[in-house]
């Protein structure tokens, strides 16, 4: 089973990302679990939601501890609490910034990690331009695909137009395929078609 955690502040669509991912991971043919957990419901607020991955029946229900995968879709979570908290050794983590990990003093983070398991996004500047607002999550998800192999991102598109049909799902699913291309490009492409192959 992989766990994964999904930090980001309230309004940026963190719960919709652990179900787009759950519904891409189902696509797929797996067993897949998504839930929230809310400390206040409000605008900006920080927010978690988790989602498990498996080939087989589900029955877990507590919330991720210890994760495979942390995305971070909000940077200013960093100074706010610790999103990286149980991060399993051979994790990954995507986190949405302009910033290198040097820069954001994370060095030892990535030095922990296997090589290309942690990859920074601009996924606030790639929303803007296929989106037209600075909302990361549909971002974050081709990031992930591209990142872990975890799911397809045909399937992350199917997810995102079922959720979102018409205009807004063809941006965001324009939006979830640049940072596919552009996480591929930086990590070594740990992508399911490259893990098919």
Known sequence: MVEVRIHGRGGQGVVTASDLLAMAAFTDGHHAQAFPSFGSERTGAPVVSFCRIANQEIRTREPVLEPDVVVVQDPTLLSVMDVFAGLKPDGFVLLNSTKDFHELGLDGLVDSLPSGHA????????????VGR???????????????????????????????????????AAAASAAYGLVASRSGANTKENADA
């Open 119 to 130: 990859i920074v996004l601009p996924a606030f500047d790639i929303a803007r331009e296929h």
């Open 134 to 172: 600075p909302v990361p999550n549909a971002v974050m998800l081709g990031g992930v695909a591209a990142l872990t192999g975890l799911i397809a991102l045909d399937s992350v598109i199917g997810a995102i137009r079922r959720r979102f049909p018409g205009g807004v799902g063809d941006a965001n």
